[in-house]
């Protein structure tokens, strides 16, 4: 089935670092990504919504600038959390809407990058 | 803009008991629902989905659930608990009008106790 890698899967990393977070469809083509944020013990939220060849569709409340999303071609997505701070400490997770992978493909996830921001 | 409540952020069961978690959804348009669990540090796995096709649906694991439009609900159930199943449950809705991007619930916390 259609597989998605997200990397990489954990970072620990200073305050004023910028980290890039990768996410490959494997075995299928992506023209959109959605990146999704998990505070600790809490839900999912969507951030933005990347398109290959356009700009990215943030959700309100999240920082255009803090959070650079590009989709650059229909198997890589990358979101960039630029200047980290601890408050970005969090768990950043990608997925491919349904139908990415073939007809009757559910929205396959990556498994995940931990962010720790000292 | 479709939604979803989940009833209780923590249900405790003993093992071997029925597992019932609930789910109720918001939308103005056919909705998509998903059941997604995570285990501690790991990411999401699908447990089931209804897509519009059969009311009841069976999942991995031996979960199912129902989706009742006149209720709204999408609650899931396992008829008897296993210590495995502890792990956070989170219910989600999309549609077509919002990319099918999923919008979550809160999640329920599933403790199995022997």
């Known amino acids: 089935g259609a597989v998605v890698s997200q990397h990489p899967s954990w970072v620990i990393c200073k305050s004023g670092t910028s980290v890039k977070i990768e996410c490959r469809s494997l075995d299928f083509q992506a023209t959109t990504m959605f990146w999704y944020r998990q505070f600790p013990k809490q839900s999912l939220m969507l951030m933005a919504t990347s398109n290959e060849g356009s700009k990215a569709t943030y959700e309100q409340g999240v920082e255009k600038d803090k959070f650079l999303i590009n989709h650059a071609s229909l198997t890589l997505s990358t979101l960039t959390v630029t200047s980290a701070h601890p408050e970005d400490s969090s768990f950043y997770i990608c997925?491919?809407?349904?139908?990415?992978?073939?007809?009757?493909?559910?929205?396959?996830f990556g498994d995940g990058t931990r962010l720790s921001i000292l | 803009a479709q939604s979803v409540t989940q009833l209780g952020s923590h249900v405790s069961v003993s093992e071997g008991a029925l597992v019932l978690l609930r789910c109720n959804y918001s939308?103005?348009?056919?909705?998509?629902l998903f059941w997604y669990v995570q285990y501690p540090n790991q990411g999401l796995q699908l447990l089931l989905k209804y897509t519009s096709a059969a009311t009841l649906v069976k999942g991995i694991n031996g979960f199912e659930a129902e989706f009742k439009k006149s209720e709204t609900s999408f609650h899931l159930t396992k008829p008897s608990a296993h210590m495995s199943d502890a792990a956070e449950y989170f219910c989600a809705v999309s549609a077509r009008n919002s990319g099918y991007a999923l919008n979550f619930g809160k999640g329920t916390s599933l403790l199995v106790t022997p």
């Open positions: 997925s491919a809407p349904p139908g990415a992978g073939g007809r009757n493909q559910p929205q396959h």
């Open positions: 939308s103005s348009v056919p909705p998509y």
